[in-house]
């Protein structure tokens, strides 16, 4: 495997781990408890109106990830290439610095570095853009939920004075509704970012499974072991640094004295 993308998958990829995969389920789980506590709560004052309330918030979850959750998936892919190829790019700039400046082509590493860098930062955008969208839809369903519990009730009841507690209750109750939904969205929309990221660190666990299983058995030749006909040219540059060399290995046969008897 690619240095480059060894080193991705230890820092960059673990961090994304933890930050958009398991926080964002612990958060999910503390969340959901909550929710389903005041709507326990809701539903022993106002059946009707909770039964509403929540299938509105649903959908309204419902219908804004199944518009993103594509969106954020391939964001999250394209940003681990871009950051693989980025710390790629960096390790072998660094690495063979002096010849770089020497032959005058450290301006194509640079391009190609700043190149990687602003792809990832674009995605990244995207992705912080796409998740602060949520709490703006959601207050804007909460508005239309209290409307229509607010008729729902006037027309069950009759007389509007009965209905204002009702009304008072689950007003209060949606200022924490709406913010628990607001983040159980974007705790949906951070996994679904991190899919990528989780399907790598479960190949890398399994690659070094296969691993240990597999024996190795070393390479045995007769006479020598030749490699032939390499040309090699550093990206973006025009000229080859080497061109048709050859390399080769003879099979020498060490011999083993015995010391104590010369």
Known sequence: KNSGHLIRNLTAETKQLIDNVVAPTVLLITELTVIFALALLLLYFEPLGTICLFLIVFIAIYLFYGITKKRSGRWGKERQIREGFRIQTAQEGLGSVKDLILLGRQNGYIDRFNKYNMELSTF???QY??????????????VFGISILVILSIQNNGDPSKVIPTVALFSASAFRILPSA???LKSFQALRYADSVLDLILKELNSERDDKRFVRKPIVFQ??????NISFRYPYTNENTLN???IGRAHVWTPVTDQSRM
């Open 129 to 142: 853009t796409i998740s602060q969208l949520p709490r703006l839809w959601l207050e804007l369903v909460g």
């Open 223 to 228: 006479k020598s072991l030749v490699v032939k």
């Open 182 to 184: 607001n983040r159980i």
């Open 124 to 126: 990244e955008s995207y």
């Open 244 to 246: 048709d060399i050859k």
